[in-house]
């Protein structure tokens, strides 16, 4: 699919849950989050129909994220019922890392490819201060988890306040080198205020070059991370949402009054 501005739209990212077991402070109020309802969540047979419909209009790209993806349950089920779709040649998962150690080899043996864990400190008291409740040994061993199963290349997320140069970005950056580890980093964004830029290592974060939709929790497919405009899948359809999210999708964003990492994905 090729949007208005000649953008080859190929790229879904689904997050299956709105909930999470950390609560990053850049993510998630401290109090937690005011949940969707279970009868708003889209079931494992929507987002599976939904992905193929995405997939039969030229989708050959899909992350699974959150919320923390791994929190719902049935995970790698819903991992086999859309590595069974066939087309999609890069099948990736966004997660927090805590549950990994459980899951890896359930989700390679799924069909899963590959993994991003978030991680934007060595230090044990750092990381409870940005997560609020984690331990981060839970994410080290998920690494290890990940690498072990196949889910390669494991690339690490590291969230920056302003620049890679950061102490705790450096220490993160020295961890991947010795660990075979691939880096991206994301500088920390403000979604209703319009501050979001340039992720060194990746491609978010350039307008001219996005190729994503995204699929909320609850059915709404998101042209653009940084816009209000969705299209609800259940009421329109997915034909017509994907071909409003496609014609519609901003040339670059400017605001979301309306959204939050968590129930987007980040
Ligand atoms: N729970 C999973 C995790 O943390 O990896 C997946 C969902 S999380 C919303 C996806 C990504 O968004 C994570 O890498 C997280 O660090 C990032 N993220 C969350 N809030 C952010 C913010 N305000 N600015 C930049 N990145 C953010
Ligand atoms: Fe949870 Fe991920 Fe948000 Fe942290 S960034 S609170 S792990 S969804």
Redesign the pocket.
């Known amino acids: 699919m090729f949007d208005r501005f000649n953008r080859h739209i190929n790229y879904l990212r689904i997050?299956v849950t709105d909930r999470?077991n950390?609560r990053?402070t850049?993510?998630m109020p401290e109090e937690g989050i005011h949940l969707l309802s279970h009868k708003d969540i889209l079931t494992f047979d929507e987002i599976k129909n939904f992905t193929e419909a995405a997939v039969a209009n030229g989708v050959t790209k899909v992350r699974i994220?959150?919320?923390?993806?791994l929190v719902r349950k049935g995970i790698t089920t819903l991992v086999r019922m859309i590595s069974d779709i066939k087309g999609i040649n890069d099948l990736s998962m966004?997660?927090?890392?805590v549950l990994l150690k459980q899951y890896a080899d359930e989700l390679r043996l799924a069909g899963l490819h590959r993994v991003?864990?978030?991680l934007?400190t060595l230090d044990p008291e750092e990381f409870r201060a940005i997560t609020r409740t984690g331990n981060i040994n839970e994410v080290f061993e998920g690494i290890k988890a990940a690498k072990n199963a196949g889910l390669l290349p494991v690339k690490i997320?590291c969230?920056v306040k302003e620049s890679k140069e950061e102490e705790e970005a450096k220490a993160v950056t020295r961890f991947c080198k010795d660990n075979g580890l691939e880096i991206r980093y994301?500088?920390?964004?403000?979604?209703v205020n319009g501050h979001f830029s340039m992720v060194d290592g990746g491609t978010g974060g350039d307008c001219s070059l996005c190729n994503r939709l995204r699929l909320t929790a609850n059915g709404k497919l998101k042209p653009c991370l940084f816009n209000n405009i969705e299209f609800d899948i259940r009421e329109i359809g997915f034909e017509k949402a994907i071909k409003l999210a496609v014609e519609l999708k901003p040339e670059c964003g400017s605001k979301n009054e309306t959204d939050t990492?968590?129930n987007?994905?980040?």
Not at 94 to 97: A, M, Y
């Open positions: 997050s999470c950390l990053c850049y993510c994220t959150g919320g923390e993806p966004t997660t927090n890392g991003n864990i978030s934007d997320n969230v994301i500088k920390q964004m403000d979604l990492f968590y987007i994905g980040g």
